[in-house]
């Protein structure tokens, strides 16, 4: 899979670590950069902090291909993103001139200093404007700085996915009317001899057609289809409910 685009998520938000808010941002965005061939590799909460804001992101833009941040971007004391990607970089924070200019256009008056500090950006950050969106997505390297709403975060990632699209990932998923326990052997067996194919088992609770879901995923759809036959040539006939 070395073709393969990685990515890391950090979520941003004291309301986050102390639950008064449920993150749904992470969930959305990994299943879309899945679809996309993208391999989030890791997702990271934490809080509204500066200094801890620049290390991870320090951090993760020299681990991972891309970058995608949520929450702490807006006009209020806790809004510290793009003042923690500055410092995590070692850059100043300047007051982008076209996010000035696009917000003097949207408000048609004198801005305050709570809309100025939305035109605060990490000094080399580049701005993505889209006539339909109530602000510009913010990039700086590799890092894509995303809002903590959901509403606002998927409209905007909707505007930019494809540029993200890498080789596809190939999936089948096998549903198994047995215990875990049962298979695990198999799953060994065909996991050792199957190099480039990720395979997962997966409890399912309350179903009465089947209680294991299992799935195979490679970006290559040969290697995908041998392992997935070896796979159901191993497995007992009677536990196998269906193959998707």
Same mark, same amino acid.
């Given at each position: !899979?070395?073709?393969?685009? +990685?990515?890391?998520?950090?979520?941003?938000?004291?309301?986050?670590?102390?639950?008064?808010?449920?993150?749904?941002?992470?969930?959305?965005?990994?299943? *879309?950069?899945?679809?996309?061939?993208? /391999?989030?590799?890791?997702?990271? =909460?934490?809080?509204?902090?500066?200094?801890?804001?620049?290390?991870?992101?320090?951090?993760?833009?020299?681990?991972?291909?891309?970058? @995608?941040?949520?929450?702490?971007?807006?006009? +209020?004391?806790?809004? %510290?993103? !793009?003042?923690?990607?500055?410092?995590?970089?070692?850059?100043?924070?300047?007051?982008?001139?076209?996010?000035?200019?696009?917000?003097?256009? #949207?408000?048609?008056?004198?801005?305050?200093?709570?809309?100025? #500090? !939305?035109?605060? =950006?990490?000094?080399?950050?580049? &701005?993505?404007?889209?006539?339909?969106?109530?602000?510009?997505? %913010?990039?700086?390297?590799?890092?894509?700085?995303?809002?903590?709403? $959901?509403?606002? @975060?998927? /409209?905007?990632?909707?505007?930019?996915?494809?540029?993200?699209?890498?080789?596809?990932?190939?999936?089948?998923?096998?549903?198994?009317?047995?215990?875990?326990?049962?298979?695990?052997?198999?799953?060994?067996? =065909?996991?050792?001899? /199957?190099?480039?194919?990720?395979?997962?088992?997966?409890?399912? =609770?309350?179903?009465?057609?089947?209680? &294991? !879901?299992?799935?195979? *995923?490679?970006?290559?759809?040969?290697?995908?289809?041998?392992?997935?036959?070896?796979?159901?040539?191993?497995? $007992?006939? /009677? &536990?196998?409910?269906? %193959?998707?």
């Amino acid at each position: !899979m070395s073709d393969t685009k +990685t990515a890391g998520i950090i979520i941003i938000g004291n309301e986050i670590l102390s639950g008064k808010v449920q993150d749904t941002n992470s969930f959305y965005l990994a299943a *879309e950069l899945r679809g996309l061939g993208v /391999n989030v590799r890791r997702i990271s =909460v934490i809080p509204d902090e500066i200094e801890i804001i620049g290390k991870k992101v320090f951090d993760f833009s020299h681990t991972y291909d891309l970058v @995608f941040t949520s929450g702490g971007v807006g006009p +209020t004391h806790d809004d %510290v993103t !793009m003042a923690g990607i500055a410092k995590g970089f070692g850059v100043k924070i300047i007051r982008h001139p076209e996010i000035k200019i696009f917000l003097s256009i #949207k408000y048609n008056k004198p801005l305050n200093d709570a809309i100025l #500090k !939305m035109t605060e =950006v990490p000094e080399g950050a580049e &701005i993505i404007v889209f006539e339909d969106i109530r602000f510009p997505i %913010v990039s700086f390297k590799n890092i894509f700085i995303f809002p903590g709403i $959901p509403e606002y @975060f998927k /409209n905007k990632f909707s505007l930019i996915k494809e540029r993200f699209r890498s080789s596809p990932f190939y999936l089948k998923r096998l549903f198994l009317n047995t215990h875990e326990s049962s298979i695990a052997d198999i799953l060994n067996i =065909v996991v050792s001899e /199957n190099a480039g194919v990720d395979i997962g088992s997966y409890p399912v =609770v309350g179903n009465s057609e089947y209680r &294991i !879901m299992v799935t195979v *995923e490679s970006k290559s759809d040969v290697s995908l289809n041998k392992a997935l036959d070896e796979l159901v040539k191993k497995l $007992p006939e /009677n &536990i196998v409910v269906r %193959v998707e």
